[in-house]
């Protein structure tokens, strides 16, 4: 099993501190027989609100944005 080729979520408590679990978040990266075709090394966020993610594996930038409701209505 290969470890660091996804990009997890940490998941605060009300005051803002990591609760100690970690959610998958972008995944795939590792196919079958263990071979790569990316490895996501940085994470920023765009002026827009959206997450981009630099991969060294594919030389690829992909950019994440969220089209759904946020969770509290706003």
């Given at each position: 099993m290969r470890v660091g080729h996804e990009l997890i979520r940490v998941p605060l408590d009300p005051s803002g501190h990591a609760t100690g679990a970690y959610q998958d978040f972008m995944t795939g990266f590792v196919v079958d027989n263990?071979?790569?075709?990316?490895?996501?090394?940085?994470?920023?966020?765009?002026?827009?609100?959206?997450?981009?993610?630099?991969?060294?594996?594919?030389?690829?930038?992909w950019r994440i944005s969220y089209t759904g409701k946020p969770e509290d209505g706003r």
């Open positions: 263990g071979h790569l075709w990316g490895r996501p090394v940085g994470v920023t966020v765009g002026p827009d609100g959206s997450l981009l993610a630099t991969d060294d594996g594919s030389n690829s930038i």
